[in-house]
Nanobody, 129 residues
Framework: VQLQASGGGLVQPGGSLRLSCAAS?????????IGWFRQAPGKEREGVSC????????YYAESVKGRVTISRDAAKSTVYLEIHNLKPEDTAVYYC??????????????????????RGKGTLVTVSS
């Protein structure tokens, strides 16, 4: 399994960004979760948003709910994360990761850093004026 994240950069507060995660290697597995995690300087890595590959159900962290949309393009094997109304506290390295044993909790895929099986290199998002 390989995951390649892209799309990070410097954005002004209030701006928007779309991150892309190109995934490959999922040859025989159907029930897994792809997600975006981030780690800010001095903070623990947190799950931002995850999407179920089997049925498209999604999870959003409270810190980004209402500002973030996760989507997938099965034909391109790509998962996107759109972030709107960016805030300085969104500054972090964003990682694309896969959780191979999908679990649904309260109707959404579990999106825990502790469950990550594969993680790609991160892409830096800096929100600053």
């Amino acid at each position: 399994v390989q995951l390649q994240a892209s799309g990070g950069g410097l954005v002004q507060p209030g701006g928007s960004l779309r991150l892309s995660c190109a995934a490959s290697g999922f040859t025989t597995v159907s029930f897994y979760t792809i997600g975006w995690f981030r780690q800010a300087p001095g903070k623990e890595r947190e799950g931002v948003s995850c999407i179920s590959n089997s049925d498209g159900r999604s999870y959003y962290a409270e810190s980004v709910k209402g500002r973030v949309t996760i989507s997938r393009d099965a034909a391109k094997s790509t998962v996107y994360l759109e972030i709107h109304n960016l805030k300085p506290e969104d500054t972090a390295v964003y990682y694309c990761a896969a959780i191979m044993f999908e679990r649904i909790v309260n109707g959404a895929p579990k999106c825990s850093d502790h469950d990550i099986d594969y993680r790609g290199k991160g892409t830096l998002v800096t929100v600053s004026s």
